[in-house]
């Protein structure tokens, strides 16, 4: 990637009506702003979204809403454990395809049921359009609470712990996840490793928050903070953080 204006990128996720194309915005200290980037790193389009602020944006996922298809970004990094709600802006992806400009943002504010939480990865159910959000811990197991994705703008929704969750090599620094696009599974990425839970047949993406973790093979990167699944989801990308990063693609098989 060569575009200036991307430094320290830490969501991605593929359009669903740009096929080929990614949706992605920087960490915190940044304007709100979403890039659209190609597979080959390059900046095809920015948008900055009005309504929002960019306190510490962490991840972005896209999913079904009313509009048809929605993405989510997710202001939800805390690394202090201190802020009293935590936000979600959800953007009619319509408004991202074509060109460059400002588009609008509904502030969904959520609380944790139990006090604050950092975290940097969150996730869209493509089935019910509910969103996951994945604490990043120290230790311990990482939790995980569900978002209505549907909430009303404005709104104010206390999370819903849904599991609890151990991954491999007693890692827990869980930096971004994505849902796959059309199977119920789901990655989860730590700085060097990638992680995918799937669902048996049959079930949903709830139901792989209780599957075993499959390592995938991926690029080493110093500071892996995005991971996504291809359009059609036959591979993933992950992007690390700094200047000029490189974008490495791992295909199925």
């Known amino acids: 990637m060569t575009s200036p204006r991307i430094t320290e990128l830490s969501g991605l996720v593929a359009s669903r009506l740009q096929p080929g194309l990614f949706l992605a915005h920087n960490d915190s200290g940044d304007l709100p702003t979403l890039f659209t980037l190609g597979l080959d790193g390059a900046l095809v389009a920015e948008h900055e979204v009005e309504g929002a602020t960019a306190f510490d944006w962490e991840d972005i996922a896209a999913g079904p809403c009313e509009a048809g298809s929605c993405v989510f970004i997710g202001d939800i990094g805390d690394n202090e454990k201190k802020r009293a709600e935590i936000v979600v802006y959800r953007v009619d992806e319509a408004a991202l395809v074509g060109g460059t400009g400002k588009v609008k943002a509904e502030a969904l504010r959520a609380v944790y049921p139990d006090g604050p939480h950092d975290a940097e990865a969150l996730l869209a159910d493509p089935a019910s359009g509910d969103l996951l959000v994945f604490t990043k811990q120290q230790s311990g197991p990482t939790q995980v609470f569900r978002w209505p994705g549907n909430a009303a703008a404005g709104s104010l929704t206390t999370l819903e712990q849904v599991a609890s969750i151990q991954l491999p090599f007693g890692v827990s620094l869980v930096t971004a996840g994505d849902a796959h696009p059309c199977a119920p599974r789901f990655l989860l990425r730590t700085y060097l490793n990638v992680f995918e839970f799937r669902a048996p047949p049959g079930g949903s993406l709830l139901d792989a ?45």
């Open 209 to 253: 928050l209780k599957a075993t973790p499959v390592t995938l093979p991926a690029a080493f990167e110093l500071q892996g903070e995005a991971v996504a699944y291809l359009h059609q989801g036959d591979g993933f990308v992950t992007i690390a953080e700094g200047a000029t990063p490189a974008v490495h693609v791992t295909r199925c098989p």
